[in-house]
C-alpha cells in the first residue's frame, strides 16, 4: 500500500508555485486535495457584518471551481467538503488511510486557531499535519532580519529588504499527478447555502471579476503585455492607481506572489521598465510587511487600542452615522461614491481605502475597528493582516509611528479626484 498525503487547499488555490503540491506530489504515491466550505467563514459577526460577503463569497466558490476543474483535466478531483476541518480531516484521514496532511500556514488568530485544532486533532491519530508558507513574495528565512526584529517602519523594511532579501524562482506547476479515488467529490455551494439574507445583496452585485487561477493568469499575461497606453487609457485614475485589480486572485492565492513578480521581470527584459511596475512591486511589498507584522505581534492590530497604551472603548451600537457610511449616504459625495462602488463591486483602489476610513474615524468619529469589520465583508481582495494593518495605522493606533496623523480628509480627495469627476462617475 503506498503512501497517501492529504493537501488541505485553503487561501492558496492554486497549481502554479505551489511547494505545498509540489512537495506532496514528490512524496507520495497518491495525494488527496481537500477543499472546506468552513461555516465559520459566512457567519455574523458582533460587529454588525459578515465574515464574508456576497461578492468575495461568489468569487471563492468560482476560484474553488476552477481549481476542481484543473485537477479533473490531470485525471483526478477536488474533494469540497463542507463544516469544521478539525472533524472532518480526521475522519478522512482514518476513511482514506493517510499518512501526513499539507496545509499552508495562516498568520490571523482564527485562522491560526483552526490549523491548531486540526493538529490537535491529527496528533491523537499520530498523523502529522506539515505547514507550508506560501503567501509571500520573500520567504521568511530569506529576509535580512528575524521576525522579532522586523522594522516597524515600512519605509525601513522596504530599503533593507529590497537591498539584501531575494525573491526565490517559483516552483514548477506538476505535469503529471497521482490521485487518490473516491466516487463523490461533493458538491460546490451556492452562494445562498452559504449566506443567510443574501438574496437580495445579489441583485446589487455588479462586480467584473471571476474567480480561478486561469483567469488570474490570463489577466496578469493581458495586464503586463498591454501597451503602456492601453493601461493608462483603462485607469480610473490615472496618476494614481492602474486597475490591475491583481489583490483579488492573490488575496485567495489564485495567484502567486512570485509569479506576479517574475512575470513582470520578463516583461521588463522584453518591453522596458514602466511606471506602474514599480506600484505592483510596492504593493506586494506592502501585503508582506503586514504579514510578518502579524506574524510578530499577533492579536494586537484586532484591538480597537491597536498599540496605543489606552484608547476608547468600543461600542457596537449599529449607529446611523454608521450605517449612513456603510450605505454611501454621508452626504459627502467623494465618500459616498466611494462606497457605493465597493458595496456593488466589492473593490476600491487604495487613496479610496484611506479616504473613507478618515472619514469615518475622523470626521464621524466612529471606531475604526467597525469600518474594518465591514471592509472584511465587502472586499473581494480581504486579507486580514492587510485590511487592520492598514484601518488600524489610519486610525493612527498601529506599529509604524512616523505614519500617526498623516491621513487628512481633505489631502487625500484633492489626490483621488482633483477635478471632482470620479464621484461624477461613479455616480452616474
Not at 490531470?74 to 499539507?102: F, H, K, R, S
Not at 531575494?166 to 460546490?188: H, L, Q, Y
Request: net charge negative.
Amino acid at each position: 500500500m503506498g503512501k497517501k498525503i492529504l493537501v488541505w487547499f485553503r487561501n492558496d488555490l492554486r497549481l502554479h508555485d505551489n511547494e505545498m503540491l509540489v512537495e506532496a506530489v514528490s512524496k507520495a504515491d497518491e495525494i488527496l486535495p481537500v477543499y472546506i466550505f468552513d461555516p465559520r467563514q459566512f457567519q455574523k459577526t458582533q460587529y454588525h457584518t459578515y465574515k464574508t460577503g456576497v461578492v468575495r463569497t461568489k468569487l471563492l466558490i468560482e476560484s474553488v471551481s476552477s481549481l476542481q476543474q484543473s485537477f479533473r483535466q490531470m485525471g483526478g478531483n477536488l474533494l469540497v467538503l463542507q463544516g469544521c476541518p478539525e472533524d472532518i480531516l480526521p475522519e478522512l484521514v482514518v476513511e482514506y488511510g493517510i499518512a501526513e496532511v499539507y496545509h499552508h500556514r495562516e498568520v490571523a488568530s482564527e485562522e491560526t486557531a483552526i490549523s491548531i485544532k486540526v493538529e490537535d486533532a491529527l496528533w491523537k491519530q499520530k498523523v502529522n499535519l506539515k505547514h507550508f508558507i506560501g503567501h509571500t513574495l520573500y520567504n521568511k528565512e530569506d529576509l535580512p532580519f528575524p521576525i522579532k526584529d522586523i522594522p516597524d517602519v515600512f519605509t525601513q523594511f522596504k530599503k533593507k529588504t529590497e537591498r539584501d532579501a531575494v525573491v526565490k524562482p517559483c516552483f514548477p506547476t506538476p505535469a503529471a499527478i497521482n490521485f487518490v479515488g473516491f466516487e463523490d467529490s461533493g458538491a460546490i455551494p451556492e452562494i445562498g447555502d452559504l449566506l443567510q439574507d443574501s438574496a437580495v445583496a445579489i441583485l446589487k452585485v455588479q462586480s467584473e471579476f471571476k474567480g480561478g487561477e486561469q483567469e488570474a493568469l490570463l489577466h496578469l499575461h493581458d495586464y503586463l503585455h498591454a501597451s503602456e497606453g492601453m493601461v493608462l487609457a483603462n485607469a480610473t485614475l490615472k496618476k494614481h492607481e492602474v486597475i490591475s485589480k491583481l489583490s483579488a486572485w492573490l488575496a485567495l492565492g489564485c495567484l502567486s506572489p512570485r509569479e506576479v513578480y517574475w512575470k513582470m521581470k520578463d516583461a521588463e527584459a522584453n518591453y522596458g521598465v514602466r511606471p506602474y511596475f514599480h506600484q505592483i512591486v510596492l504593493g506586494l511589498l506592502w501585503r508582506d510587511y503586514y504579514r510578518f507584522m502579524f506574524k510578530k505581534y499577533g492579536n494586537t492590530f484586532f484591538k480597537p487600542q491597536g498599540f496605543k497604551k489606552d484608547g476608547e472603548p468600543l461600542v457596537l451600537e449599529n449607529t446611523s452615522a454608521l450605517q449612513h457610511w456603510k450605505n454611501g449616504q454621508t452626504g459627502q459625495p467623494l465618500v459616498d461614491a466611494c462606497m457605493q462602488e465597493l458595496n456593488t463591486t466589492g473593490y476600491i483602489n487604495q487613496v479610496a481605502r484611506q479616504l473613507v476610513a478618515t472619514y469615518l474615524v475622523k470626521e464621524l468619529e466612529v471606531n475604526w475597528v467597525l469600518g474594518a469589520a465591514y471592509f472584511e465583508e465587502q472586499l473581494i481582495d480581504y486579507a486580514p493582516a492587510s485590511n487592520w494593518g492598514n484601518w488600524a495605522t489610519v486610525a493612527g493606533v498601529g506599529n509604524d509611528q512616523k505614519l500617526v496623523n498623516s491621513f487628512d480628509f481633505e489631502k487625500l480627495a484633492k489626490i483621488l479626484d482633483p477635478k471632482g469627476a470620479f464621484a461624477q462617475v461613479v455616480r452616474a
